[in-house]
């Protein structure tokens, strides 16, 4: 099988996020980055695949020089090969997933992973469009996956709800927690990684231009909230009571 | 010039979702400012009747494909419909619920109509006659303002943020032909399993009651359970909790799971930890009980108790029962 995994380096989950005093992004310095959680499990998912049918997984990464480390992880945790496409800061969802696109339609798939969403920008859009711009379907959120006869069978929670949805390969998947636990990258197999081919593109080779349809005009750090109140006293059941009024008439929200 | 002010209606076997209300009444907000008029896309198998519904919320127009293919949600028929009649009428803003169905529909949109969208909003407004939509990012660590290109302005709404208002219009009822059969529906839904315990999606729910690592052990949770019956809650849970396997994948909250915004955040025995902070901190009020008085936690709380949780939460469900009944 030939399966892609997609994967966007992005801060660490325990990392401290400031916004730029003339709130044109963040401050990266002191960041320390990682894969996408959730690319993770496309990578895993992709991996296990291959392990079990035979073939080969591509990374494909959009993003700034210092991504080739991200692309280095997936290598050293068992990809064969990557794509890294550059000069495409502050790109939109349309612009990220066109470049995608044009990367993966040059090499031939039956699965493209993605995370469900980045945990940077929360957007949760490119996996859905380049699965349009690559004229496939798509299952957005999988828990569970399946692999038979051309075929895949997701799982799918929904609110209140779990959709168990079928499609033809070649499609798109996108990845959530509970698919599968990511491996660690090996030391051999960090070695090894060092040697695999990377194909370094930019964004301009594929014809993809800056000219972004939604734009990240400012940034700026979250409302503040006012200071809150401790609940004095020794005897819980006191401050049980004292805090079911103040819930009740003061933030009048039971 | 594209012109109107749009939303996707999104029902679940013949009933409209609160969301679908809430992208009404934020659409009629936007509208009045614009000055145009409000349009839904309502798909479905015999729904037309939900149209009247959808006009006590502010509608104009309701643009209906009843079909039974739309009876379930499948991401090619719904995707194909909506770009058929959005392509056709050009409206200028169109907005979904960021629900799970909502935001699978509104990605393949944006790719189908080669258009911008942001995310997730907490906030929109017109400025010089434009979209402007405010959401967070980093799961709350900060947040952005996305402006638009290109039309449709396309943005998600976060479910439980946006208020319903009534302001009752017409709704006048206009069928289009989808073009769509079931030949196009590549992700087919072979089946769903519908969760029988009633129980309220974090992402919807109006109070939530979370548990950490404080619990000690799954078993405890049901304490949790007790007071979250009371209250009329859900449970959910912090990563360290799931992790520890204590608790479904489905019950976290934080970074790496659901961000949530209720009215009501009580976080037993979570102590903060940034990821968990990310994902609950737009929660209209936040209680925290924990025994260390230096957890992170009690930065955000509008209300804390220091002290031992297993003694604290079944006074407050007794206290609840008494107060609620």
Redesign the interface.
């Given at each position: 099988m030939n399966l892609i995994a997609c994967v966007k380096q992005v801060p660490d989950t325990e990392a401290q996020i400031k916004v730029k005093a003339d709130g044109s992004g963040i401050e990266e310095a002191g960041i320390k980055w990682v894969m996408n959680p959730y690319d993770e499990f496309g990578v895993e998912e992709a991996l296990r695949l291959k392990e079990k049918a035979g073939g080969t997984v591509t990374v494909v990464s959009v993003g700034p020089a210092r991504a080739m480390e991200t692309i280095r992880t997936a290598l050293a945790m068992g990809a064969e090969k990557g794509v890294h496409i550059t000069d495409l800061d502050n790109a939109d969802a349309f612009a990220t997933a066109s470049a995608l696109a044009a990367a993966i339609k040059e090499i031939p798939f039956d699965i493209v992973f993605c995370g469900q969403r980045a945990i940077d920008d929360d957007s949760a859009q490119v996996g859905s469009i380049l699965a349009e711009l690559l004229g496939v379907p798509q299952v957005t959120i999988v828990t569970k996956l399946e692999v038979a006869d051309n075929k895949i069978k997701a799982v799918k929670p929904i609110e209140g709800a779990q959709l168990l949805i079928e499609a033809a390969m070649p499609c798109v998947v996108t990845a959530q927690k509970g698919l599968n636990e990511p491996r660690y990258a090996s030391l051999p197999g960090i070695m090894k990684a060092k040697k695999k081919p990377v194909d370094v593109k930019k964004a301009a080779d594929y014809g993809i231009s800056a000219d972004f349809k939604a734009k990240l005009a400012k940034m700026m750090p979250p409302p503040s909230r006012p200071p809150g109140k401790i609940i004095q006293g020794d005897d819980p059941a006191v401050k049980a009571a004292e805090l079911v009024k103040l819930l009740r008439e003061e933030a009048k929200v039971i | 010039m594209a012109k109107g002010v749009w939303f996707v209606a999104e029902q679940r076997d013949g009933a409209l979702r609160k969301v679908s209300f809430e992208c009404a009444s934020t659409a009629r907000k936007l509208a009045d400012e614009t000055g145009d008029e409000v349009c839904a896309v309502l798909l479905g198998s015999g729904v037309e009747g939900l149209a009247a519904e959808l006009g006590k919320y502010g509608v104009d127009k309701v643009y209906l494909a009843d079909a039974p293919v739309f009876a379930q949600y499948q991401?090619?028929s719904y995707?194909n419909a909506v770009a058929k009649i959005v392509k056709e009428k050009a409206p200028a803003i169109l907005l979904l619920s960021w629900?799970?169905?909502g935001?699978?529909l509104?990605?393949?949109l944006?790719?189908?109509l080669?258009?911008?969208?942001?995310?997730?909003c907490v906030e929109l407004r017109i400025d010089n006659g434009r979209l402007?939509a405010k959401?967070?990012?980093?799961?709350?660590?900060?947040?952005?303002?996305?402006?638009?290109?290109?039309d449709p302005q396309m943005a998600g709404l976060r479910p439980n943020v946006f208020p319903v208002a009534e302001n009752v219009k017409a709704a006048a009822v206009e069928k289009f032909d989808a073009g769509v059969s079931d030949g196009d529906v590549?992700?087919?839904?072979?089946?769903?399993?519908?969760?029988t315990s009633g129980?309220?999606?974090l992402?919807?729910a109006e109070?939530i009651v979370s548990g950490g690592r404080g619990m000690k052990g799954p078993e405890n949770y049901a304490i949790l359970e007790e007071l979250a019956a009371v209250?009329g809650a859900t449970v959910g849970a912090s990563r360290a909790a799931v992790d520890a396997g204590w608790r479904p994948?489905?019950d976290?909250v934080?970074?790496?799971?659901k961000?949530v915004s209720p009215?009501?955040y009580i976080a037993c025995g979570i102590s903060g930890?940034?990821?968990h902070l990310?994902g609950m901190?737009?929660s209209?009020?936040?209680?925290a009980v924990n025994k260390d008085?230096d957890a992170p936690i009690?930065?955000?709380?509008?209300?804390?108790?220091?002290?031992?949780l297993f003694?604290?939460?079944p006074?407050?469900t007794?206290?609840?029962k008494s107060?609620?009944g």
């Open positions: - | 991401t090619d995707a629900s799970v169905l935001k699978d509104a990605s393949r944006v790719g189908k080669a258009t911008g969208m942001a995310s997730d402007v959401r967070p990012m980093y799961a709350g660590k900060c947040f952005g303002e996305i402006t638009f290109a290109s590549k992700a087919k839904v072979v089946e769903v399993q519908k969760d129980k309220v999606d992402t919807e109070i209250l994948q489905s976290q934080g970074q790496t799971g961000v009215n009501l930890a940034i990821q990310a901190s737009s209209k009020y936040i209680v008085p009690f930065q955000k709380a509008d209300y804390g108790i220091v002290d031992d003694k604290v939460v006074e407050v007794k206290a609840a107060l609620l």
